[in-house]
Nanobody
Framework: QVQLVESGGDLVQAGGSLRLSCTAS????????MGWYRQAPGKQRELVAD???????KYADSVKGRFTISRDNAKNTVYLQMNSLKPEDTGVYYC?????????????WGQGTQVTVSS
C-alpha cells in the first residue's frame, strides 16, 4: 500500500506565498520523479513542476520564476514553494510520484490540496 499525503493548501491574497508538501509512505523501492499538478475548475489537470531523484527540475512556463520545487529524499517528501501567487494559480494541487514497487514502475497520486488566490 502506497500513500501520498499533501498539505499546505490555503486561501491567500494575490502576491502572497504558500508552501505545499507531499510525503510518500508505504511499500516501494525507489521514488523516481515527484511532481505537482493542478486542476482549475472546468480545466484539465496540468503539470506545474516536477523533479527527478537527481534533482533535475521542470516547470510550466506560467510558474517559472515564481515557483520552486524541491525534494528531501531522506524524508520521501517533495515541496512546492509558491511565491507571487496570482488568481490564475487557483486550483486543486495534486502530488504525483513515479514509484518503483514490486510490480514495476507505477504512478501514484495524492488526494489533492486546495489553493485559492484572491484578487
Amino acid at each position: 500500500q502506497v500513500q501520498l499525503v499533501e498539505s499546505g493548501g490555503d486561501l491567500v491574497q494575490a502576491g502572497g506565498s504558500l508552501r505545499l508538501s507531499c510525503t510518500a509512505s508505504g511499500s516501494f523501492f525507489v521514488i523516481n520523479v515527484m511532481g505537482w499538478y493542478r486542476q482549475a475548475p472546468g480545466k484539465q489537470r496540468e503539470l506545474v513542476a516536477d523533479i527527478t531523484s537527481g534533482g533535475s527540475t521542470k516547470y510550466a512556463d506560467s510558474v517559472k520564476g515564481r515557483f520552486t520545487i524541491s525534494r528531501d529524499n531522506a524524508k520521501n517528501t517533495v515541496y512546492l514553494q509558491m511565491n507571487s501567487l496570482k488568481p490564475e494559480d487557483t486550483g486543486v494541487y495534486y502530488c504525483n510520484a513515479d514509484l518503483t514497487v514490486i510490480f514495476g514502475r507505477r504512478p501514484y497520486w495524492g488526494q489533492g490540496t486546495q489553493v485559492t488566490v484572491s484578487s
